[in-house]
């Protein structure tokens, strides 16, 4: 398109097709289109009417004109298009029950697809929201042996829950195993430590990653 | 589309895709360049409607395309194109017979090749107006020209385009 | 000190460090420009692992060599050694060693491939015959598009993908606002026990961390972690929702993020916390070489013996 304009004129020259003798020239092809203002129609009709070479180019604008119209409108490929969308497939992708192609497929179909990747958000806000229910296991800290994932209980109220169990006995074994409290730690600051420790790797490059549970 | 509704940008995908598309292919002969368009100008049309105000949406619409096609034409310093078929990607009417959607791909086919050779500046035009549709006015709109000069090109468009067309019609 | 938290805190997921030139002159090329792309987009990372997924969508811009991502309208901007984060902490790094890839990975040919309807490359790296990681950069702008990270067992284990890109970031450049002016710096330091190797990844750096923990940081030259030595018991309340694992027996508390996985454990009296993007089969070994959790306390036996 940039350039055109300096073009314009070699293309005129280089033209091969029908040339205008008369100046009604350009009305023409609004008359076919129905954009001739007013006053505009009469004249054109009136030349038309005694001037067959004008006569002749109307035929041929006309033809030219229904050959573009004629054109088919053509079919988006299915890749363009917003997709059927994934259902049940974003749930087993969140549930990690996919295999790697599936699961690079539903990637590659959220490229194209806000639905999908709106529902995605929600499904995992849901996930969330039901884990996030407190339960009524042991805690974690002292249970030895299964991952309890679906548990997202603070420690405070852990240690109450775990005191009305265990009582005095198991406080003090506590105490005698690991000092009288645990020091907090702050896991983002150490993850922040971390990243900006990988930022200044040598000739690195980084894919920029949101951590997940890094918000308060 | 009610002139007083916000769209969403997957309303747009399903009404305008097809016209999108058209319209990039008859510019361009590139059914890559096609769907590059498109997926770019509903990407733009989804980050734009936050700000639209209702209005006049198909001026809005054809605009965003246009200025889309043209960044596109500028970033690729336009390859040369080339003619494909339209084959399977022709949306032939009810059950034709296979005469018929040969004779209409070959015709296509002929009529597509002609466009390509006709300056860009005219063919947005004839493009416009007989693929996509629009009025004069809103060609202007979209072009950001005088209607006076849609009406120029749009007629020296199809002067060229007809005797680019060998065949007798 | 300012104690730092950012509310959208950056990682890497794509570490590399000098490659070896015999193997991988275009792997260095593509990388190279990768760091100096300039794109805007967004990116979905998402970590697979027993089960789980845990992913995360953000928005990202990279300009020279500053990135910025941001979340639910939390922003963070990473770059030169220095992070901070919209809500004002900042952290920054002066000093470190330089870490080579380990010769146990193997940079494949590159490909053609298009992804997002983009020209791109793809390429890979193998470990033992076995494909560890696949990345696709992005023709026009040199960026990222896709990295794909395998376990031992060939499975998918990380997947970040640009979902959109385009070529100008622009609120990187209207952001300054979000550069500190005070950064809290990582001291190097000498005084630490942390072992020097550990499953071929080398200590690179230790620096004195907070709540008188020492970091130090380790790398392969692709993937790296960083071990937080902390003095006595420690703690976090984000580990009351992590999973208890078993490696070799002996438990650890884990929790997958999208890009990075946290592990703790006591040993000796001290607790370790390490935070890295190793693949889960390198993270069993590289825990297999550092020191281990003791043996079930008296009242993990107590639990036990109540509960069963």
């Known amino acids: 398109m940039a350039d055109v304009n300096k073009t314009e004129s070699m293309e005129q020259a280089a033209f091969t097709g029908v040339e205008s003798v008369c100046d009604i020239g350009e009305l023409m092809s609004a008359y076919l289109d129905g954009e001739l203002r007013d006053g505009e129609l009469e004249q054109v009709v009136a030349h038309l009417t005694d001037c067959l070479e004008c006569i002749a180019e109307f035929h041929e604008l006309k033809e030219a004109r229904t050959a573009v119209r004629m054109l088919p409108m053509l079919q988006v490929p299915d890749r363009v298009m917003p997709a059927a969308h994934y259902g049940p497939e974003l749930s087993a992708f969140l549930d990690g029950e996919l295999t790697a192609d599936e699961q690079v497929m539903i990637v590659a179909h959220l490229q194209t697809c806000t639905d999908c990747l709106l529902e995605l958000q929600d499904l995992d806000a849901a996930r969330t929201a039901v884990r996030s229910m407190p339960g009524v296991e042991p805690p974690i800290p002292l249970m030895p042996r299964i991952p309890v994932r679906s548990q997202r209980t603070s420690l405070k109220r852990l240690a109450i829950a775990a005191a009305g169990f265990i009582g005095a006995a198991a406080i003090a074994i506590n105490m005698a195993s690991s000092g009288p409290e645990a020091t907090p730690v702050d896991l983002d600051e150490f993850a922040d430590r971390h990243t900006v420790r990988v930022s200044v790797e040598d000739g690195l490059t980084g894919v920029p990653i949101f951590m997940h549970g890094s918000t308060p | ?169 | 000190m300012r104690r730092v938290r950012f509310a959208a805190a950056l990682s890497a997921v794509l570490v590399v460090a000098s490659v070896a030139p015999a193997l991988a002159d275009e792997f260095g090329e593509l990388v190279e420009s990768a760091s100096e792309a300039d794109f805007a987009g967004r990116q979905i990372v998402a970590t697979f692992l027993d089960g789980e997924t845990a992913f995360e969508i953000i928005d990202v811009e990279h300009a020279g060599s500053m990135m910025m991502t941001g979340s639910q309208g939390h922003e963070s901007m990473i770059g030169s050694g220095k992070l901070s984060g919209g809500d004002g902490g900042a952290i920054a790094v002066s000093s470190w060693n330089s870490s080579q890839m380990s010769d146990r990975y193997e940079v494949g040919s590159s490909s053609p491939v298009k992804r997002l309807d983009r020209e791109a490359t793809a390429i890979e790296i193998h470990e033992d015959g076995m494909v560890r990681m696949r990345l696709v950069f992005d023709e026009v702008t040199g960026a990222p598009l896709v990295t794909e990270v395998f376990d031992g067992g060939g499975n998918l284990f990380r997947l970040s993908s640009m979902l959109e890109i385009d070529k100008i970031p622009g609120r990187l450049y209207s952001a300054r606002g979000h550069y500190a002016d005070e950064f809290e710096v990582l001291v190097p330091t000498s005084r630490h026990s942390l072992p020097a190797e550990a499953a071929g990844y080398n200590l690179a750096d230790a620096y004195t961390g907070p709540t008188d923990s020492v970091q130090g940081f380790y790398s392969d030259g692709l993937f790296s972690f960083s071990l937080f030595l902390v003095e006595g018991s420690a703690d976090s309340q984000r580990f009351s929702d992590a999973d208890t694992v078993e490696v070799d027996g002996l438990k650890y508390r884990r929790l997958v993020n999208p890009g990075e996985i946290w592990v703790t454990w006591r040993a000796n009296g001290d607790t370790y916390v390490l935070v890295g993007d190793l693949p889960p089969d390198h993270l069993e070994e590289v825990l297999d070489q550092l020191p281990k959790p003791g043996r079930r306390n008296l009242l993990g036996r107590l639990w036990s013996g109540l509960f069963g």
């Open chain 2, 1 to 169: 589309m009610a002139e007083d509704r916000v769209p969403t940008w997957e309303d747009v995908a399903r009404r305008y895709g097809r016209k999108i598309y058209s319209f990039a292919y008859r510019l361009t002969g590139n059914p890559d360049d096609a769907s590059d368009l498109v997926q770019e100008v509903l990407l733009r049309v989804r980050k734009g409607l936050a700000n639209y105000t209702p209005g006049s949406f198909e001026g809005w619409l054809w605009r965003i395309t246009r200025n889309a096609f043209l960044d596109d034409v500028r970033k690729k310093k336009r390859r040369p194109t080339t003619v494909l078929p339209d084959d399977d990607r022709a949306v032939v009417g009810a059950s034709p017979s296979p005469d018929e959607v040969l004779a209409s791909v070959r015709l296509s086919d002929d009529v597509q090749a002609a466009l390509l050779k006709v300056p860009m500046e005219f063919r947005e035009c004839v493009v416009l107006c007989d693929v996509v549709g629009l009025s004069y006015e809103e060609i202007s709109n979209t072009i950001d020209a005088p209607v006076g000069t849609v009406r120029s090109r749009i007629h020296r468009g199809r002067k060229q385009l007809r005797g680019l067309l060998t065949w007798p019609m």
